[in-house]
Each structure stands twice: as C-alpha cells, then as structure tokens.
C-alpha cells in the first residue's frame, strides 16, 4: 500500500512539474508575441535585457533561419502554383490554336470548359484587333507609331541600333532567330497545306522566301507579314501571322497579283542637272529595263536649266523607247509640297499608286515591289524609312580612294544610317492622298510638309506601314540651309545636315585629331630616341 501512495505521489509530482513549466513556456511566448519589435531586434542584435555574448547571437541566428526557411517554404508553393497554372494556359492556347484552325471541333479538347475556351478565344481575336491587322488605329502623334523592322532569310534590318547593334545584320541572339525561322516555318506549312478542295499547285520552300516585315506592341504582340514568290511572274503570296504572347495564330492568306500595278514616281526639281542625270541613270536601269511598269512625272519649278532636264528626258525616251512620262513646268520658288501635290493630281488615269520622289534618291527593283506590297487603296499606306549615305569624302578619306556609285550602297554603320526621322519617301494611292487632303500648299521651301502629311494619315483609320527597307538610298549631297527658311525650318536643315556627314566614330576622330596627331608625333619621338 506504501509502494503504491508512494508511486501516485511521485507521478503528481511530475505533473505538477510539467505544469508549471508550460505555464512557463506560455508565459514566455505571450510576452515574445506582445513585445514590439525594436530597431535592434529588427537588424538582428540580441536585446540589452536579453541574453548576451554567444548564447544570444546563437538564438538570434536560430530564430533567422527559421524565418528564412519559412518564407523559402513558402516562395517554392508560390512557384510551383505558377508552373501549374501556367501548363495549364498553355494548354488552353493550344485547345484555342486547334479550334480556330478547325471550324468543324475536331481538334478541340472536349474535356476543357466550353466557357474557359470561348473566354480565351475572345482575348485574343481582340488582342488581334488591337493590333492595327485589319484597321489602322487614331494616334495623337508621329512618336506613337510603332514602326516595323523588316527581314530576309539572312538579315534583319532594324530601327533601334543605339551605338553597338548595326542597321543591318544577322539575328545574333537566339531568341530572336528563332522567333523569325518558327514564323516562317508556320508559314510555309500554311502554304504547303492548304484548305480542303483547294488544289496544291507546288511546295514552297525557305527559297520562296522574299522578306518580311514585323513589330511588336509590348501590351498585345508580335505582327509578322510575309512575302513568298507566287505560282506567276509578278505574283506572290501574303502571309500575316499573329503572337499575342501564346502560340502563333494564322490571320489571313492572300494571293497578290501585282503584274498590271503601275507605278507613278513624281519628282518636284529645281535645278540640280547633275543630280537629275544620276536619277535617271538609276531610273533607266531599275525602271525601264527591269520593272517595266513605271509611269515617270517631273515637277519643274522655274526655266533656268529647264531645257537641259527636259533634253535628259527625251534622249532617255529615245534611247530606251520609253513614254511613260509627263513633265509639268511651274513658275515660282521651289515648293517640295506644291510640285508633288500637283503632280498627283495632275493624273486622270484611273487610280494609280503614287511613288514620292527626290532627285538624290536611289533605289532597286526590289523596293518597287516592296512599295507594291505594302499599299492597299482605302487600307495601308507605306512610309520606309530609307539608308541614308554618309560623306564619300570622310568615308573613303581621299577622293582618289572613293568607290564607284554602287559599290559605296552598303548598309553599315560606318557607310550610313537609318533616316528615321524623315517621312518625305512615301508610296500610297492617289485616291487615299485625295481623300487626306494632299499637301499643306502653305509651306514653302525645304521641309515640314512631309511631317504633316503623315500626321494626317496618323490621324485617319488607314495602316500606316513604317519600316527601313535594304533598297531605298539617300545619295549624300552638301546640304545649304538657307537664310530665307523659317527658324524652324533652319533648326531642321542643320540638323539633318549634321546628321548627314559620318557616324560617331569618323566624327570623333575629326573632333580629336590634334590630339591624335600629337600623340602619334610623341610615340615617333620616343621610339626615335630609342633607337638613339
């Protein structure tokens, strides 16, 4: 009986024991949770009245890991509810993919809500409409455009080069190419596999591949549009593809017969013989004997040195057999606006594709197809933004040293740069031009009507198309901002001249060459002194 009084009283003992240290244990974690945290506590510092030396660093680190284990804990749930959810979008653009190309369901997956998949399908036939595919979009200013960067199987013509990238060069990152090969790729498979009951006349191939224009609007996607060889000479195949950040989505398939599309080129003149007679070197050569659908218009400002252009003129026609030209003399000072308003609308021809000209403008056949291409009357109208030559003389050093005309038309960044910032070149139909309202025949002289023209067609519901093109030069000239233009105006001579001249590096070496040439007279001291 003793044994067992004794066992029950050790065993209350214990209890009691245990008691009191969790109401211990209690009391210190209510008075941890109540106590607010200090400055000291918050960088990790044991407190004054807590433990101190060793032992409170090593609770301190404890209690850290702890919390560090905790949110380490937490940051892997997020992620891994990321990746799911994001599997799980992936699959419903495809299920979306597969509807769309599908009109009778049979790609759909069945098992996925009719809801989620209209839903989806909805956002993204608006991320398209968003995307200026059909429609042009109203904008405030010539800065809101987002322009196109064109491209070739081999080359990619870019706007934004800033002082390391070129304007013209192979796709170096890898995203990037294969961005590009999978949009030709889903191309050729939408060429090689065509709607049921429509006949497959060839396989198209990446040889088929003309070029491409694309951008991306970083709120709704990447719109690509591409250019293959048609099944004719002068025919070709249209491709317009969409990204809205997902799977690539087909748009449209068009068939483009360009074969009896003529092309008006109007170029107002003034004088400059010399420029006009290197004009149509070019335009014999591009025009009349390779294109052949080339209607010519000259707007001749004043009578000194008329009958010299106008003798150009007639020894072309009469050599190459050409007719195709009008030439329209005006009196007055020279009015870059004036001589190509009138000269579009001197036309009474049915509506006819108007090709916007300088003298001092060099181009290929293949940018008279990419003009073509890129213009739909009551649609599209094309601003390229052309390769704009630097000084020969700086380039090349010595005059002795200069290359002929066509070996000097490299796209690089030391021969020349992207003229971003003009807008006079301009391809559009004369029935769009009407409709806008042509030029501002209030601006004289040099500049500015061009901007305007363009904030125009900004401003209308028509896809303006802005992209650099690899066939479309300004030949460099000595530019003269003369004192009769408006302080405006002059502000914008100089600084195209400016522009004009060489790029940073040759500009620098100019700027520095005293120290250049003191360092190099130094360097020829010191060796010399060397050797002495």
């Known amino acids: 009986m003793m044994m067992v009084r004794r066992g029950l009283l050790a065993w209350i003992s214990r209890v009691v024991i245990l008691l009191v240290l969790l109401c211990c244990a209690i009391s210190v974690l209510y008075m941890l949770a109540c106590t607010p945290k200090g400055d000291e506590e918050q960088l990790g510092l044991p407190r004054a009245n807590g433990p101190t030396g060793k032992e409170g660093y090593q609770a301190v680190l404890q209690e850290w890991e702890e919390q560090h284990r905790h949110y380490i804990s937490s940051l892997k749930k997020q992620i891994a509810q990321l990746k799911d959810e994001l599997q799980e979008r992936s699959e419903q653009l495809k299920n979306v993919q597969y509807h769309a190309s599908d009109p009778a369901g049979q790609g759909v997956d069945r098992g996925a809500p009719e809801k989620t998949q209209a839903d989806l399908l909805a956002f993204l036939h608006s991320q398209v409409d968003k995307a200026e595919v059909h429609a042009g979009v109203k904008l405030a200013t010539e800065y809101a455009a987002v322009p196109f960067d064109s491209f070739t199987l081999q080359k990619v013509y870019q706007l934004e080069t800033g002082l390391t990238r070129h304007p013209e060069e192979k796709p170096v990152r890898k995203d990037k190419r294969d961005e590009l090969v999978e949009a030709i790729e889903s191309a050729l498979e939408t060429l090689n596999n065509p709607a049921e009951g429509s006949p497959i006349q060839r396989t198209y191939t990446a040889s088929d591949f003309i070029e491409g224009i694309y951008r991306t609007e970083k709120d709704k996607g990447t719109l690509y549009e591409l ?232 401003h209308s519901n028509l896809i303006v198309v802005r992209t650099p093109v690899r066939g479309l030069f300004h030949l460099w000239h000595e530019k003269r901002c003369v004192d009769e233009l408006t302080p405006e105006q002059y502000k914008m001579c100089m600084q195209s001249k400016a522009m004009n001249e060489a790029s940073h590096g040759h500009l620098g070496m100019l700027v520095f060459r005293h120290e250049i040439e003191a360092h190099l007279r130094r360097q020829k001291q010191k060796t010399s002194s060397k050797k002495t």
């Open 227 to 458: 250019t293959f060889k048609g099944d004719q000479k002068h025919e070709f195949k249209r491709l317009v593809l969409f990204r809205p950040f997902g799977p690539i989505m087909k748009v449209k398939k068009e068939n483009l017969n360009m074969a009896s599309t003529l092309i008006n080129i109007i170029v107002p003149l003034a004088k400059r013989v010399d420029k006009f007679r290197q004009f149509m070197h070019n335009f014999r050569e591009m025009c009349i004997q390779q294109d052949g659908r080339i209607h010519l218009t000259v707007v001749y400002f004043g009578k000194e040195q008329m009958n010299e252009v106008k003798g150009i003129l007639e020894n072309t026609s009469k050599a190459a057999n050409f007719r195709n030209f009008t030439f329209i003399q005006l009196n007055g000072e020279f009015s870059r606006g004036k001589g190509l308003d009138i000269g579009a609308r001197f036309w009474k021809g049915s509506n006819v594709l108007l090709f916007f000209c300088d003298v001092d403008i060099y181009f290929t056949t293949e940018f008279l197809n990419t003009c073509r291409l890129n213009t739909q009357p009551g649609k599209k109208v094309f601003y390229p933004v052309l390769f704009s030559q630097y000084n020969p003389g700086i380039i090349y050093g010595h005059h002795d040293s200069i290359p002929p005309l066509e070996q000097q038309l490299v796209i690089k960044k030391e021969t020349g740069f992207w003229r971003d910032f003009g807008f006079g070149m301009t391809c559009q139909y004369r029935s769009d031009f009407i409709n806008i309202g042509g030029f501002d025949l209030d601006i004289k002289g040099w500049g500015g009507e061009d901007v305007h023209l363009y904030r125009k067609y900004l």
